[in-house]
């Protein structure tokens, strides 16, 4: 069957609309073109077949093709329900990718897609998040075989991946991509920062400047987030449990305070632990009326949403991804994109010059994965330093940015331990 035949998506009327997308952020992705380029040219995935469950937008479409490009039969499915843009699903499947993938499908839907895109029995995956590996490791064990490997997106795929690797039932190695430094410092940071505001604020229409926005969790999101806020004009309140990360909060000039004290004063708030239960029924108890509240975490768990409705006497939508709950004392507290990272599920996801970087070390990452995956074993491990590297010099050399060589004597002095 041809991709199109096979392919499951809303309306494949949509490829116009999508293409342009694509388009667009291809103009903006030196890095990526020219990895594109190099795997034209080598081919390094002749002949396989590659699974990506990723956020399904325009970015992450060019990503898919330029693995596709590399020789790989790609699929490719969503990673969030509220993520997928139809568009763009429907422009790759007219690009010859089969997608299974949907707006905003059932949870049951949602999880037969991803189930869909494993049967096609690839042999490399790109996972966000740790879903595709998880079904493999547990209901559908029957689809291993086969699979040499992959490379995973994100924090919380990666933790996910690590309990596994702990407990000793990986069955297959995992480029943690997330942890490489041309991923988190940028993306994570810079990406998550700005993209998050673009989502908020298409999303609400408020101002922001003045207004005293909570940040919880100051790990490589929570600092881009509290730097964009504060460039906003915000007051910023970060919460954290890591000492450290709360002192570096502190240095860096914000007001650190416990969660239970923030949600007496905030009016917007940003959960982005990658853990759950951050916003939760005490704290709906003594929030100021019209709080807003969102997330930018991988999961819908950091604002607790069952105890929210329980404490409510009304809920309804209020405007395009905006729910209000009413409180039985009258106030109301709003809820943004029903708790899903709110860059994506109300926004376009990072910047595309940022995804360049990222999706630059997923293409090289995978490529490394294909080509060691016998002497990596069973184990998540790092992005080789060579490729990072690589992934920063692209980036230099598309910005016309040239740095300065260690002299022959400087490598010297450096390396030496004599009286310097
Ligand atoms: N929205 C996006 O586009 C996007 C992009 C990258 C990562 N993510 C996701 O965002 C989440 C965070 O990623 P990161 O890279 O910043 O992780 P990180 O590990 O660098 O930071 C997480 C921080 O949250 C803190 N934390 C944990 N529990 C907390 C609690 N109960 N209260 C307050 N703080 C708490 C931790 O101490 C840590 O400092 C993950 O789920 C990740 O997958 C989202």
Excluded at 182 to 196: A, E, I, M, W
Excluded at 225 to 240: C, D, F, I, P, Y
Excluded at 333 to 344: D, T
Aim: include cysteine.
């Amino acid at each position: 069957m041809t991709a199109a035949e096979n392919s499951i998506v809303t309306d494949k009327s949509l490829a116009p609309e999508g293409h342009l997308k694509i388009d667009w952020v291809q103009a903006h992705m030196p890095v990526l073109n020219r990895i594109r380029e190099q795997f034209e040219k080598e081919q390094p995935f002749r002949g396989l077949k590659v699974a990506i469950s990723l956020h399904l937008e325009a970015k992450t479409a060019y990503l898919a093709k330029v693995v596709q490009a590399g020789g790989a039969e790609v699929t490719i499915t969503g990673s969030n329900p509220l993520s997928t843009q139809d568009d763009v699903c429907a422009a790759l499947v007219e690009d010859g990718i089969t997608v299974f993938a949907k707006y905003n499908p059932d949870p049951k839907e949602y999880k037969e897609l991803m189930i869909k895109t494993l049967e096609t029995r690839p042999d490399l995956i790109i996972d966000d998040g740790g879903d595709l590996v998880t079904i493999l490791h547990s209901e559908r064990r029957d689809l291993l075989e086969g699979v040499r490997g992959g490379a995973e997106e994100t924090t919380t795929g990666i933790l996910r991946l690590k309990s596994l690797e702990k407990e000793g039932r990986l069955e297959f190695p995992m480029v943690a991509v997330n942890d490489a430094n041309c991923k988190y410092l940028f993306d994570n940071r810079y990406g998550t920062g700005q993209s998050v505001f673009d989502g908020i604020n298409r999303t609400t229409n408020l101002v922001v400047a003045g207004k005293t926005v909570v940040v919880a969790g100051y790990g490589w999101c929570g600092k881009g987030v509290a730097m964009r806020a504060k460039g906003l004009g915000a007051q910023v309140v970060v919460t954290e449990i890591d000492a450290i990360k709360a002192v570096e909060a502190y240095m860096d000039g914000f007001t650190v305070l416990s969660m239970s004290d923030a949600a007496k004063i905030g009016d917007y708030f940003v959960t982005v632990t990658g853990n759950r239960d951050i916003i939760r029924g005490e704290h709906y108890e003594v929030m100021k009326d019209g709080a807003i509240l969102s997330n930018a975490g991988h999961f819908d768990v950091e604002v607790n949403k069952p105890e929210l409705e329980a404490q409510s006497v009304s809920v309804r939508t209020v405007r395009r991804n905006i729910e209000e709950y009413q409180l039985k004392d009258g106030r109301k507290i709003y809820l943004l994109a029903e708790g899903r990272l709110v860059n994506l599920a109300a926004g376009d996801g990072h910047p595309a010059e940022i995804m360049d970087m990222t999706f630059a070390l997923q293409a090289m990452s995978l490529k490394y994965m294909n080509d060691r995956y016998e002497q990596i074993g069973k184990a998540v491990v790092n992005v080789p330093y060579e490729l990072d590297e690589q992934v920063a010099r692209y980036k230099l050399e598309s910005l016309g940015i040239s740095i300065d060589r260690l002299s022959d004597e400087q490598k010297a002095y450096l390396d030496s331990w004599q009286e310097h």
